[in-house]
DNA sequence: ATTATCTATAGATCTATAGATAATGC
DNA sequence: ATTATCTATAGATCTATAGATAATGC
């Protein structure tokens, strides 16, 4: 009667957490480059012993492939918290860019496992790529955006984004919203929008995010 | 009698010739991406026994710091043999982008080892990034591009030089030339060109650059 | 009774060196 | 005679598992 029985069992709970640990502890090996170190120093890091590790993977390798694909798949949540009914595709895109530039602040962990794998976060299914590329795509059909090759649009775009979180990282005495909006401004421009609309759109309200409901 | 007695002796450039293929073998193996292998590994893909390692390098860090080292340093050879007397600051930053994006695949295992470095590229005090600031803010003070901060704008340049080398090696079917002068354009009105300007600027004459010169 | 985790360790692998061999210098 | 390289391997480290213990379910 005490509402609906929970359907995953304290057993699966506790695996779960055990699996999220060592996941973290990947993680943060990940950021710190450190891929090469014994499956010993995963398992204490993660607090568990270390036969437990190979109840939920079969290798290093797969460990943290999973760390990486975990990373992803956050980031993406995160960013799905974002959808409002903007018209514009021009203001859609200039929204989302600004707003996932503000994640790497917000979720830094997550930006700095991606940022390790430099390039995979635009090529994911589940990265900003598929995102970015619709929403440009649907501004340059608007005759919003010039009217160029997406692969060559994604260049400037994924490549300020990656920079971008570099930069917010290695100078935490940046001012994030004006970094954040002054690199959108000109990723807008160099997509074909004028200055002075690039910069109106840039100085839009934005919808804050503490989107971290149902991460980690 | 016959010439000035070669400074380096026989055994100098056997020596050299053994730490060059162990440099070669260790930069293929960061293109693949295969750090954890074993030294032995390294040696046999150099072709030289297991104990010749340790008269050249301490550990396999060692190596790779000097591998990705050696790749930077050529990467910079590269570029200083494309120096002219261009004064448009704007001009110059143009042309040392266009030259820097075509090296990917003139050179593409030394700029497979650098993107593999990710960020690393425009972080060295021998990569690109010194070079760029240099022009950029020449190119500000003239007036020629617009007054930003230099560190929002390395953002789109390095993020960009960075993703048109992944996007060159990905798709070889790309025409080179118009990948590289279209980013080179995108990048340049981000910087504060007009459109009409920064295509101009691209569609210049370039130097060629055999300057392998010196390498390998 | 079942499932997850832990501790202890056999066997596999890897590192780093010692001692032998080959190449160059004088 | 000197220097670089090679082969062989002792000792250190790591992986992956077996068997014991702890937590949950019924």
Redesign the pocket.
């Known amino acids: 009667m005490s509402g609906v029985p929970t359907s995953t069992?304290?057993?699966?709970k506790?695996?779960a957490?055990?699996?999220a640990a060592l996941i973290e502890a990947a993680q943060g090996l990940l950021v710190e480059g450190r891929l090469g170190?014994?499956?010993?120093e995963v398992?204490e890091r993660a607090?568990?012993?270390?036969?437990?590790?190979?109840?939920?993977f079969?290798?290093?390798d797969e460990l943290f492939a999973a760390a990486i694909e975990s990373a992803l798949s956050q980031w993406a949540e995160s960013l799905d918290a974002v959808d409002d009914g903007t018209t514009d595709p021009a203001a859609l895109f200039a929204r989302s860019f600004r707003l996932t530039g503000r994640l790497h602040r917000l979720e830094p962990q997550i930006s700095r496992v991606l940022l390790s794998q430099g390039h995979a976060l635009s090529q994911s299914p589940d990265g900003m790529g598929p995102r970015a590329r619709r929403d440009i795509r649907a501004a340059q059909e608007a005759g919003r955006f010039l009217d160029m090759d997406l692969d060559r649009a994604m260049v400037v775009v994924t490549g300020a984004m990656i920079e971008l979180g570099h930069l917010l990282h290695e100078r935490p005495g940046l001012d994030e919203a004006e970094t954040v909006d002054g690199v959108t401004s000109d990723v807008l421009v160099a997509l074909g929008l004028e200055r002075a609309e690039a910069e109106r759109l840039c100085a839009e309200p934005l919808p804050s995010i503490d989107a971290t409901a149902g991460l980690g």
């Open positions: 069992s304290r057993f699966d506790r695996r957490r055990t699996r170190v014994p499956i010993r398992t607090d568990v012993g270390i036969g437990t590790f190979y109840n939920h079969a290798s290093k």
